[in-house]
Structures are given as structure tokens and as C-alpha cells.
């Protein structure tokens, strides 16, 4: 994955929280609960990731020593964008490997805006083809949005590709302290968790050994952000449904 995309997948790093004790162990540090500014989207669609241990891949996790330095870098990357003025929407039709036309060019340049293809692809023979070139960059696109990736703009995928500029842009600012608060303290083995993208990762020495999906709150009752330290894991544990779901 190139620098920009890294940087780019640092915008999910909405709300995050170093746990899997109760929340009402005395050592947390409670920071309250923190929903991500980015406008929220009632779009289904499949997860980018599922359970499974990925040690042997040797992949980042998403909070490393080297997240503030790659945040530092993708703020000033979106100022240059926001001054830009942006990029333009993507308008519903089919977008897949093949199609034609003014929407694959936009698409393309919405791609080149944030690094997912280089500028010289606009200078191709046919800018305006959704080509092999079009389909990884997408992947990579919807990987780092957390969007099972088909290479093809469905829904979903244009939801995110829609988002703004400068929604995305506050997202980082407001990530930037939150990611150094979380970062204090940090051993060789932690948990992270990244609520909006319904997502654990099990840390060691800053590489990814399991990845998880995991329940989260909803907007009116987010789940509270938080630091704390694990003692215990319940892998049975015992629940009543609530009267809002019952």
C-alpha cells in the first residue's frame, strides 16, 4: 500500500478504545462518548474484513508510533484538496470494469485526488474506460473504507466516495489529539478497537495478529470511547435482551 493510502485509511480512526474489561473498571480512563463527525450513511453492505488470525501478513496496526507523523501528513494533504475545491460526486449508474463515459472520468479523477492512482493515468489513451488499473484502485479505496472490496462502485462504495472534502478533513483534525491520548502508554501487546468501523484488532509489537468484527452502538446510544487496561475475558458470557430489542 503506498504512503497515501495509509494515510487515507487513517480517516476510520474515528473513535477508538484500548479494552475489553468492563467499562466500569476503576483504572479507565473514560473520555465519554465520542460519535465521528463524518455524515453518517444508512448504506448495507458487506464488511471488508472478517475474524481471523493474520499474523503471518505482517500488517500495521491501525494506531502504530508512526500515526501521528502519517495524520500530520494527511491533514495537510486534505488542506491542499479542501483549497482545491474538492472533488465532484459520483453520480448513480453502474461503475464496473468495461464501462464508458463522463462518470468512469470523474471516477478516475476522484481516484488520482487522493493518490489511489497516479496523475499520469489521467493521460491514458481512453481516461474515460473503467480499466484493470480503475478495479485495484477501487479495492484499495473500499479496503480502507471498510467495504468489501469487488473493484466495483456499488452503494456503499459511492456513499464513501461522496462523502466531502472537508468532512473528511475535520475527521482527521479531530482524530489528531484522540490518536495521541491513546498512543501514551502503549506496551509491545494492546487491543484496539475502531467503533465506527465495528472492528478489533489484536496488537503485537505494533503487527496486526487477529483481526475481529464487533458489535457497536448506534448513533442515540453510541459506545462510550475508552482506555483501559484488560483483566479479564468472558468468552461466555451471559446477556439479557434488552427491552429495545425485545
Known amino acids: 500500500m503506498s504512503n497515501n493510502l495509509w494515510k487515507c485509511s487513517a480517516i476510520a480512526v474515528a473513535a477508538l478504545f484500548l479494552a475489553s474489561s468492563p467499562a466500569w473498571t476503576q483504572d479507565t480512563d473514560y473520555t465519554g462518548s465520542i460519535t465521528s463527525v463524518t455524515p453518517q450513511t444508512a448504506v448495507s453492505g458487506k464488511l471488508a474484513t472478517r475474524t481471523e488470525v493474520i499474523a503471518e501478513r505482517g500488517e500495521a496496526a491501525m494506531l502504530t508510533a508512526g500515526s501521528l507523523a502519517a495524520l500530520d501528513g494527511a491533514i495537510a494533504m486534505y488542506e491542499e484538496i479542501v483549497a482545491g475545491g474538492g472533488w465532484r460526486d459520483i453520480e448513480k449508474g453502474k461503475l464496473a470494469k468495461g464501462a ?24 491514458t489513451e481512453q481516461p474515460e474506460v473503467f480499466d484493470g488499473a480503475m478495479v485495484d484502485a477501487v479495492k484499495a479505496f473500499q479496503i480502507n473504507h471498510g467495504v468489501a472490496p469487488n473493484g466495483k462502485i456499488d452503494e456503499r462504495t459511492r456513499a464513501e466516495l ?21 498512543l501514551e502508554g502503549l506496551g509491545t501487546r494492546y487491543i484496539l478497537v ?28 453510541p459506545t462510550p470511547s475508552l482506555k483501559s487496561r484488560v483483566s479479564d475475558i468472558n468468552f461466555k458470557p451471559y446477556w439479557n435482551a434488552p427491552a429495545s430489542i425485545v
Do not use: C, M, W
Open 162 to 182: 461522496n462523502i466531502t472534502a472537508e468532512a473528511r478533513l475535520l475527521t482527521l483534525r479531530e482524530n489528531l489529539p484522540r490518536a495521541a491520548t491513546y
Open 194 to 221: 475502531n467503533i465506527p468501523s465495528a472492528q478489533l484488532e489484536a496488537v503485537e509489537a505494533g503487527t496486526v495478529y487477529s483481526r475481529h468484527n464487533v458489535i457497536a452502538g448506534k448513533l442515540e446510544r
Open 100 to 123: 464508458k463515459g463522463e462518470p468512469v472520468l470523474t471516477l478516475r479523477q476522484r481516484l488520482v485526488t487522493e493518490g489511489y492512482l497516479s496523475f499520469d493515468s489521467l493521460n
